[in-house]
């Protein structure tokens, strides 16, 4: 099993990146995918979460709608549309996928924001 994140990077404040999220190994329709993200000296926090069908999405109050999680099934893949991009979300981002009580992780991806 394994979730491979990419497309992180540096980037000025105001900027935008996208991440993904490709996986393999099991039956990526069938788990709930979401994006948690580390910084540093922080705990790990939830920004993002897709459920199976890719029909509902959350997301942790504190983006202001500049985050857009989605998935295409057909190529187990997820992704993170991040818009506006500010100094407070550099941090490490992981793609997590979820079923019942099954939890794999990715290896994160690098995410600065900075001038």
């Known amino acids: 099993l394994q979730l491979v994140e990419s497309g992180g990077g540096l980037v000025q404040p105001g900027g935008s990146l996208r991440l993904s999220c490709a996986a393999s190994?099991?039956?990526?329709?069938?788990?709930?995918m979401s994006w948690y993200r580390q910084a540093p000296g922080k705990d790990r926090e939830l920004v993002a979460r897709i459920t199976s069908a890719g029909i509902r999405t959350t997301y942790t109050d504190s983006l202001e709608g500049r985050f857009t999680i989605s998935r295409d099934n057909a190529r187990n893949t997820v992704y993170l549309q991040m818009n506006s991009l500010k100094p407070e979300d550099t941090a490490v981002y992981y793609c997590n996928a979820q079923r019942f009580s099954y939890n794999y992780w990715g290896q994160g991806t690098q995410v600065t924001v900075s001038s």
């Open positions: 190994g099991f039956t990526f329709s069938n788990y709930h």
